[in-house]
């Protein structure tokens, strides 16, 4: 049962209100002085209010790491709209609470089952605690181009080869909506006694509306991280990290968070995920129902439009529902890698996606979107398909010859924590083959990461991400942007 009456309020941002209204000198950080020393083009353009409210932990506020006011009630009421025994608000992105949970679960050497496929942050989760990753593969799309989840089975076969591991992570949803089955994830987990954590970091919204996919607190999820800003309407930075059961140690989590969060926690930022919260159990339901009856608006329109299919891998293996916001349209058949589609859309049609690989655009649809933006986006579809298409079969049975899930290294020949802090040395991309990498590099698609610390690194990754560059696909993570040289671990030492 949800308190209603507490659920209407919003007691951070009545805190901060009344701080702000309090009329003292002020003597203390930010130096900005509640707006008054901020230069005039900012006070221009974003006016003065914003700077007013942004204020450090002043005695009537409270402390994010020891909270005992409006912080504390904040996080009780979202712990009881997100359906989860303790809430912790975070500042510093859902990276902080995936490493958060990583350092509340393992220490050196734990082993950590989790999918090939994790972000970023769960690496650097894996090298701050030095535990041991146990790399399942992810299942993909037939095209190769997208990851999807892992399957029960999966998570089982890595249990039974694995029992002394200290939790399981998963993502859910996947960047594209794809949702796995976690109910039986999370049996399968429980059999062994150990924590179910999840990366949910673009399903902040599932609970809020009966026609989305389970939240993952309520199909059985013991940590749950999510990104509040992605798809409800915090500000950029701000996500919740969840807890239910016995399955955990809140004081272990309360301490890692305070490894990996700033002393000097936004206020604004706080704020704003306390108004979150108020927002979607007072209006959830009826603000997603129009969100939903867009998407579904914008996925017919799309789909008729020659050369145009979006996705709905719904009962494959590693997609067990989808989440009907998300939006991932392949545009190949019009001869168009999704990089070059999401080139034109952004310089020419006046639409921005959330993110290209090379067969596929995905686009984020949320409370904020209006009927407007989706006439505009399919307007889009319609100007690409029949201004920009290029049917070219040479070009599409390039794409076609990627697809690098199924070679991934799974085993690290060294943990990702010792490879990261052992010397290295900068070897060109060739000379590298047979080294360990000391860095993560994630080429887009399929979004997993096929270099990481302690990972070897094969002829075949090498061939596979020249074969990215080639067709203008995007890596992150490299230390050398160009790729020529990458960073191994000195293996004379
Ligand atoms: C799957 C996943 N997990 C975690 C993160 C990190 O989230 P944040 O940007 O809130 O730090 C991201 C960010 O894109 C993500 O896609």
Redesign the pocket.
């Known amino acids: 049962m949800t308190n209603d009456k507490g659920q209407r309020t919003i007691p951070i941002l009545d805190a901060l209100q009344a701080c702000a209204g309090h009329p003292h000198a002020p003597f203390y950080a930010p130096g900005h002085k509640r707006g008054k020393g901020i230069s005039d083009r900012l006070a221009n353009l974003w006016g003065k209010s914003v700077f007013e409210h942004d204020l450090p932990e002043l005695p009537d506020f409270d402390n994010l790491f020891a909270p005992s006011g409006g912080i504390k009630e904040a996080q009780a009421l979202a712990a009881e709209a997100f359906g989860a025994d303790k809430t912790w608000f975070l500042v ?5 609470g ?1 490493i958060a949970a990583i350092l509340a679960t393992c220490g050196t050497g734990d082993k950590l089952i989790l999918p090939r496929n994790s ?1 970023q ?1 769960a690496i650097a989760g894996l090298v701050l605690s030095g535990a041991s990753p146990i790399f399942i593969t992810p299942e993909s799309d037939p095209s190769g181009d997208l990851a999807h989840s892992i399957t029960p089975d999966a998570v089982s076969q890595a249990l039974k080869e694995h029992p002394d591991a200290k939790a399981v992570m998963l ?1 859910y949803p ?2 594209h909506g794809v949702c796995g089955d976690i109910h039986a994830i999370a049996q399968r987990v429980h059999h062994y006694n150990i924590p179910l954590l999840v ?1 949910e ?2 399903g902040a919204h599932l609970r809020f509306h009966p026609d989305l996919p389970p939240s993952a607190m309520s199909a059985g999820a013991d940590l749950t ?1 999510q ?1 509040t ?2 798809v409800l309407t915090a500000m950029t ?1 701000a ?1 919740m990290l969840h807890i239910k059961g016995h399955r955990l140690d809140p004081e272990r989590l309360s301490q890692a968070l305070q490894l990996v969060q700033s002393t000097s926690p936004s206020a604004l930022l706080l704020a704003s995920l306390d108004a979150a919260r108020q927002q979607m159990v007072l209006y959830g339901e009826k603000l997603l129902s129009r969100t939903l009856r867009l998407a579904e608006a914008a996925r017919e329109q799309i789909q008729q439009i020659p050369g145009l299919s979006v996705l709905d891998a719904t009962n494959t293996p590693g997609c067990f529902t989808l989440d009907p916001t998300r939006l991932t349209v392949r545009v190949t058949e019009l001869g168009l890698s999704g990089f070059e589609a999401d080139e034109i859309f952004c310089e020419q049609l006046g639409v921005i996606g959330e993110l290209p690989t090379f067969q596929h655009l995905t686009f984020i649809l949320s409370l904020g979107n209006t009927a407007a933006d989706i006439q505009q986006l399919v307007q889009a579809f319609t100007d690409l398909q029949q201004r920009y298409s290029r049917p070219d079969a040479s070009f599409r049975q390039n794409l076609c010859q990627l697809g690098m899930t199924s070679g991934l290294i799974l085993e690290p020949s060294m943990s990702p924590r010792d490879a990261f802090f052992a010397p290295k040395e900068r070897l060109t991309l060739d000379q590298s083959v047979g080294h360990i990498s000391a860095e993560w590099i994630c080429p887009y698609p399929p979004g997993i990461p096929v270099l990481m610390p302690g990972l070897a690194i094969a002829s075949t990754t090498v061939d596979y991400l020249r074969q990215v560059q080639h067709l203008g696909g995007y890596i992150t993570g490299c230390s050398d942007p160009r790729l020529e040289r990458v960073n191994v671990v000195n293996s004379k030492d």
């Not at 510093?92 to 902080?96: K, L, P, Y």
């Open positions: 510093n992105g859902s990276t902080c995936v972000h942050s993502l996947t960047y990366d970091a673009h991280i990104s800003h992605k930075q996500s």
